[in-house]
């Protein structure tokens, strides 16, 4: 053997390995039902998010960033095929090129031809043939897995943002978990048949949106219909009321709300390894916690205000309140920064990129007024 057919030999089976590990990341992403992405997709989530982030960095304005945001899982998408498609390109232009012994330039035109099935560049000969309709073949599948894809993401974004809408009407916008309890209040006296029934149909929507956003990451960027929701802050106002409704709210023993609040940390937990989202496994009950005394403090004052009846005892009710948020806090906050969620107590209003937006705006505003008492023209 020469050392030029070695080669070919090698370049032969390196472009059929990338070619069927390309077609292999298309059918994990698309066909398994599981968290179980190749390469590619990973990468070309985290380059389109990372380019979307720096661009939202320049704007002060949430709707401003809400706006260019909204467009991160489109573009990431249509990005996610081209990526796929060109990698194949690229597999098959090394199989040409060893094949047909013709110049690189002349493989990747071959190629480029063979796969939109355009025929403008082609080779008569049997085997150059066959890999032309294969790589045809090819590019078909995967444009058609992604068209199959669509129905999949829009059908579970559909049953996500109907529960955020229904939790509109019951937390407010931005949503609150004590509005929620008001609320409740003031429809039942007793609230608990009527709040009980909201913890069970959550526990389902946060079972759902576990699977669903597992199996496809990119949900996780899809944005609400309006831009002042979401279902991340939907989520922490679900998970921050039935925290309170267990701990500090005097009621019948209610264990839906519990239920509630394990399936949804565990689902928020599913979804941030899906992201490689650090956080303890293990919390301790008295672990840190971003809410303070004094933010729980104000809280139970509103609903002391809105008529629910707490326990007696609120330092317990505090310790037993936060001993359920440690167990969500961090990951409610890395998915909140991560997807640039609209401003929510105690959810994204803590977030540091929102906290560096808004260090920002407050130094171009003490720098305009320093202009202006200067006499400077902007």
Same mark, same amino acid.
Request: proline residues 4%; glycine residues 6%.
């Given at each position: 053997m020469t050392l030029k057919d070695f080669f070919d030999a090698v370049g032969f089976a390196v472009g059929v390995v990338a070619a069927g590990a390309t077609l292999m990341s298309a059918l994990r992403t698309v066909v398994l039902p599981r968290a179980s992405q190749g390469w590619i997709p990973g990468?070309?989530? %985290?380059? $389109?998010? *990372? !380019?979307f982030s720096a661009r939202a960095?320049?704007?002060?304005d949430y709707r401003q960033r809400d706006v260019l945001m909204a467009m991160l899982a489109p573009v990431a998408l249509l990005t996610m095929l081209i990526s796929w498609l060109m990698v194949t390109v690229a597999a098959y232009s090394l199989i040409f090129f060893t094949v047909t012994s013709k110049s690189l330039a002349t493989s990747i035109e071959l190629s480029g031809s063979s796969i939109v099935t355009l025929g403008t560049v082609s080779d008569n000969r049997f085997w150059p043939s066959v890999l032309g309709d294969s790589e045809a073949g090819? =590019?078909? !599948?995967?444009?058609?897995?992604?068209?199959?894809y669509l129905p999949s993401i829009y059908s579970a974004f559909t049953r996500r943002e109907t529960g955020v809408t229904l939790l509109e009407m019951r937390a407010g916008?931005?949503?609150?978990a004590t509005t929620m309890l008001v609320r409740y209040r003031r429809i039942e006296e =007793?609230?608990?048949?009527?709040? $009980?029934e909201l913890w069970r149909q959550w526990e389902q929507w946060f079972a759902d949106i576990e699977e669903s956003h597992t199996t496809f990451p990119i949900l996780v960027f899809f944005r609400s219909p309006h831009g002042d929701r979401s279902w991340i802050t939907a989520a922490g106002a679900l998970l921050d009321g039935a925290a309170l409704w267990t701990a500090a709210v005097e009621h019948p023993a209610d264990p839906h709300a519990q239920l509630c609040l394990r399936?949804?940390?565990l689902a928020l937990r599913k979804i941030a390894d899906a992201f490689g989202l650090s956080y303890d496994h293990d919390p301790a009950p008295d672990d840190p916690i971003t809410i303070s005394r004094a933010e729980w403090d104000v809280a139970i004052d509103e609903l002391h205000k809105g008529g629910v009846k707490t326990v007696a005892d609120l330092d317990v009710a505090w310790s037993k309140w936060r001993g359920w948020r440690v167990n969500y806090d961090t990951v409610? !906050?890395? *998915?909140? %920064?991560?997807i640039e969620a609209p401003p929510a107590a105690w959810v994204s209003d803590r977030s540091p990129m929102r906290e560096q937006v808004g260090r920002r705006a407050s130094r171009r505003a003490s720098l305009l007024t320093a202009r202006k008492a200067s006499g400077h023209r902007l």
């Open positions: 990468l070309t989530m %985290r380059a $389109t998010r *990372l !380019l960095r320049h704007h002060d090819v =590019g078909l !599948l995967i444009v058609a897995l992604v068209i199959s916008n931005p949503p609150s =007793g609230m608990t048949a009527e709040i $009980t399936s949804g940390f409610l !906050l890395d *998915l909140a %920064r991560l």
